[in-house]
Nanobody, 121 residues
Framework: QVELVESGGGVVQAGGSLRISCAAS????????MGWFRQVPGKEREFVAT????????YYADSVKGRFTISRDGAKNTVTLEMNSLKPEDTAVYYC??????????????WGQGTQVTVSS
């Protein structure tokens, strides 16, 4: 339904900042939300942040609230995560996700390939 491509991952020192982005293509008109999850080896993928594609409503995990900011562009097909005051525990593969409704009124979720974010001490 929707293809997602992340970019902007890299290595940053603790306390620094990094910006990652996700570009969506395909049936983007059917999306109602886009966001970010993250995962480290041996652990479950965890929610980070999400934003409505039709409004500016945002939600954050408690672990990143006040440090990360999620936003979208005017075309509503790109979502960006501004990460500030990064901590080593933020190190993970960050996955973009998008959710929407199909023509059959079924929920779908798309995932990007992920981008590595490494925070050094």
């Amino acid at each position: 339904q929707v293809e997602l491509v992340e970019s902007g991952g890299g290595v940053v020192q603790a306390g620094g900042s990094l910006r990652i982005s996700c570009a969506a293509s395909g049936r983007t008109f059917s999306l109602y939300g886009m966001g970010w999850f993250r995962q480290v080896p041996g652990k479950e993928r965890e929610f980070v942040a999400t934003i409505s594609t039709t409004a500016e409503s945002t939600y954050y995990a408690d672990s990143v609230k006040g440090r990360f900011t999620i936003s979208r562009d005017g075309a509503k097909n790109t979502v960006t995560l501004e990460m500030n005051s990064l901590k080593p525990e933020d190190t993970a593969v960050y996955y973009c996700n998008a959710e929407g409704i199909t023509s059959k009124m079924e929920l779908f979720r798309s995932w990007g390939q992920g981008t590595q974010v490494t925070v050094s001490s």
